[in-house]
């Protein structure tokens, strides 16, 4: 009886970065908040995903797919900056499985793009995120479509 050990990375298959998904995200995506996040996303099936690109889908698309943005409004230094995106990223690289394990359980959902915003003044600790994130992890997963 071996039992396989799901590693915690966060490969970047994961990372939201072609401009066309990003930029449906904002226009066409839902946004909820759970401060010191505003979370947007868009689910995609197999046909809707394959209707953004004119070539079809490009590899290397997760069904869990993140971006994390420190917007320069809120956090003037650089530093700053950097510190919480790295504790935003490790908070959603413990956070994410469950979300993640229902995506790929459900029949018709082929990706979820999310897009992590953070919107406070001051630096948060990780603890803290953490459960915040968890609480908007569990706000999301009621609201995916059957």
């Known amino acids: 009886m071996e039992e396989t050990i799901e590693r915690l990375t966060f490969p970047k298959s994961e990372r939201l970065r072609h401009k066309i998904l990003v930029d449906s995200l904002f226009t066409e995506g839902k946004s909820m908040y759970e401060y010191p996040f505003r979370l947007t996303w868009r689910a995609l099936t197999e046909e809707e995903l394959a209707a953004s690109f004119k070539i079809g889908i490009p ?15 809120k956090r003037r230094h650089a530093i700053d900056r ?65």
């Open 59 to 73: 590899e290397g698309i997760a069904p869990l797919q993140v971006m994390i943005t420190v917007p320069k409004k």
């Open 82 to 146: 950097v510190l919480m995106r790295r504790r935003i990223r490790d908070a959603w690289r413990l956070q994410r499985r469950p979300l993640r394990r229902l995506i790929e359980e459900h029949p018709t959902l082929r990706t979820l793009s999310v897009a992590l915003i953070y919107i406070s003044n001051e630096n948060i600790d990780s603890s803290r995120l953490r459960s915040k994130l968890h609480r908007l992890i569990t706000k999301l997963s009621s609201q995916l479509p059957d």
